[in-house]
């Protein structure tokens, strides 16, 4: 759990890097994630080098990179999953709304109804499709019936599952297609409410279709939440994004408008990703 | 093509050198089983199920033994149980994968191959002397329930390890604690699992006769136990001791208690099996 992480933290901050200068100034009006000076360890590897960044509210943020370039990581940071690695050591400062998350006194579990996740695959439990989605409020100790009713239908309905399932609210969520249990997956973190979503790659798994299907869902819950989406696919980013991360064996290389990256990247690693001449 | 034959030739040499092992094997079984059967098939009434031990071969029963058989799995279950899957659930999901953990895991794997009868000594020792328990069912009991708890914690780790990942960061991933998230999910995907293992390793439990003997387990007790700190007998005990009789009628005795034996064994074998298709079914 949380208290047995090491995490170094409160470190001295350096002056603001470049990066920041070339940050869209518009980014700093509604910050919804703030990291500073991020580092982080496995063990004796280092998987983050050091990343500044701020995040918008109500946008929709791409993480794209190879593979290995720690972009999941760096992902992770936000809701402290990596916490379960036991290896796993963090330097620098993240803060949501304000509040530095890996403080000691953060609960661990509030700051996960604030800040969902979607995987890479799909990953419904073993349960009915009304349980998955009610799971969240359950273990929250919420017993309201009603309440728990009105939150299930309406997380489904958000997810665009509502129509293909609800006569079979008991049926078990494995019984769903890919697509539709990626989009079930999705409910049931919007079922909890959060104002941040992160997905790791949540459509790699699926066909052209329930890709399409999950991009409009994406496109449609930004208005709402604040995304941030790690993807494989330059195309899916330039679509869906309106900020775009580029990451390279631990650094962020570039970070910029989505039109920016993929019309005129300021450097040549970024350019070369994105044309598909390495990576 | 003449290395495809041999292949071929090799292939198929195997394949019946398979076919007589497997053979081999289960025509001792059946054997075995067959011979049983025929000793003592017919010597299995009502009666012989409720009379008391008697020097009378034929007016013999195993009642007090198969009661002290019982009551011996009882408390070796509510103790060996609960204590063995908690151990399984910490050593899977809390305590840290480093050194002493590795040195712990290849330690209780250790354990699940010490002789029984080192489990009796220790026994013996500890709760029948320094516990003063004396060679109660108690004692008995947790003799057992140190025999199999290894067994009971490699159980389930190994099936808490088959729950996939996923799961488990789906449920903290919206905000659920270690222990929601082992008690919602990770317990009743993996339930199948451990109740086969547990239901395994009382069956070993059930058998065992030399620990218990070492315990100070009798082979006459005039009377079933009553509670935990009686006196007692069980199945294997009151087998070996009809066996070591001189009449023929003992003999008679012990293969039915042997076929009485045999089929607790295979009940919860059945029952463990059971469970393992029923779970991995709700997991399809």
Redesign the interface.
């Known amino acids: ?1 949380a208290e ?1 992480v090491e995490i170094i933290m409160e470190k001295p901050i350096k002056e603001p890097t470049i990066l920041d200068s070339v940050i869209d100034p518009s980014l700093k009006k509604k910050p919804k994630i703030e990291v500073t000076g991020s580092k982080v360890w496995y063990g004796d590897f280092q998987a983050i080098k050091g990343i500044d960044m701020t995040i918008k509210t109500n946008s929709v943020t791409a993480f794209i990179g190879p593979s290995g370039c720690g972009k999941s990581t760096f992902l992770r940071l936000f ?1 402290r ?1 990596n916490d ?1 690695v ?1 290896t796993f050591r963090m330097e620098g400062k993240i803060k949501i709304d304000g509040k530095n998350i890996y403080k000691k006194k953060v609960n661990v ?5 604030e800040v ?2 979607v ?1 890479q ?1 799909p ?4 349960k009915s499709i009304f349980d998955n989605v009610a ?2 409020l359950k ?2 100790g919420i017993k309201d019936k009603k309440f728990i009713d009105e939150r299930v239908e309406k997380a489904l309905r958000q997810a665009d599952l509502w129509d293909e399932v609800k006569d079979n609210l008991k049926k078990s969520g ?1 019984a769903l297609s890919g697509g539709q249990q990626q989009r079930l ?1 999705i409910a ?2 919007l079922a ?1 409410e959060p104002s941040i979503i992160l997905m790791d790659e949540p459509t790699s798994a699926l066909d052209p279709i329930s890709t399409a299907k999950i991009e409009q869902l994406i496109f449609e819950l930004k208005k709402k939440y604040t995304i941030v989406i790690v993807t494989h696919n330059m195309q899916q980013a330039s679509r869906i994004s309106d900020y775009t991360a580029f990451f390279y064996i631990g650094e962020l290389i570039e970070f910029n408008k989505t039109k920016t990256i993929f019309t005129n990247p300021e450097k040549k690693q970024t350019e070369n990703y994105i044309t598909g001449r390495f990576g | 093509m003449n290395n495809l034959r041999k292949n071929r030739l090799k292939d198929q040499l195997f394949k019946y050198w398979g076919i007589f092992c497997t053979i081999i094997g289960l025509v001792l079984l059946v054997v075995f089983i067959g011979d049983i059967l025929i000793d003592g098939l017919l010597r299995i009434d009502w009666e012989f199920i409720t009379n008391l031990p008697s020097r009378k071969p034929e007016k013999s029963g195993i009642y007090t033994a198969l009661m002290g058989s019982i009551w011996i799995l009882f408390f070796t279950t509510i103790i060996a149980f609960p204590m063995g899957v908690a151990a399984g659930i910490y050593l899977e999901e809390y305590s840290k994968k480093n050194k002493l953990a590795g040195l712990l895991e290849i330690n209780i794997s250790n354990l699940a191959g010490v002789p029984s009868i080192i489990y009796g000594l220790l026994g013996l020792e500890v709760f029948v002397r320094i516990m003063n328990l004396g060679a109660s069912v108690l004692a008995g009991s947790l003799t057992l329930s140190l025999l199999i708890l290894p067994i009971v914690i490699v159980a389930t780790r190994e099936a808490i390890k088959a729950v996939p990942s996923s799961i488990k960061d789906a449920s903290y991933a919206l905000g659920a604690s270690k222990w929601q998230t082992i008690w919602h999910q990770i317990l009743p995907a993996s339930g199948g699992g451990i109740l086969t293992g547990v239901i395994l390793a009382l069956s070993r439990a059930v058998g065992e006769t030399a620990p218990l003997i070492v315990v100070g387990a009798l082979a006459y007790v005039p009377f079933a136990p009553e509670n935990p700190m009686d006196e007692f007998s069980v199945l294997p005990i009151q087998i070996f001791n009809w066996i070591s009789r001189p009449q023929h009628g003992f003999i008679e005795n012990a293969a039915a208690a042997i076929i009485i034996l045999l089929l607790i064994t295979f009940i919860m074998n059945g029952i463990a099996v059971y469970f393992r298709n029923k779970w991995q079914k709700k997991w399809k």
């Open positions: 759990m047995e809701n999953m379960y036991d579990e509030e700051l996960r109804k969902g996740m995987f695959k990953n419904p439990f073993p799971y969240g273990i929250q494995l997956c049931r973190t909890v």
